[in-house]
């Protein structure tokens, strides 16, 4: 969170067009889900996965090996 208001306020002095800390919180959240999905898509161990982050399907869930974000991320 600290890193996506630092972010939205440097764009907003640097006059960015992306400057709602929120967008930048949710984008950098499903980046992390992504490359820790891939991660462990890779190790063979999605289940892990899903026992970190898909804790009652808040951020998101894998459904047919595939991922997808919560609706709170979209």
């Given at each position: 969170a600290k890193m996506?208001?630092?972010?939205s306020r440097r764009n907003k002095v640097a006059e960015s067009l992306d400057t709602d800390a929120v967008s930048i919180f949710k984008r950098m959240v499903?980046?992390?889900?992504k490359?820790?999905?891939?991660?462990?898509?890779l190790t063979k161990n999605v289940g892990e996965f899903e026992a970190m982050w898909?804790?009652?399907n808040?951020?998101?869930s894998v459904e047919n090996e595939d991922l997808i974000f919560s609706r709170c991320l979209n």
């Open positions: 996506a208001i630092y972010l499903k980046a992390r889900l490359a820790d999905y891939g991660y462990f898509c898909c804790f009652k808040a951020l998101c």
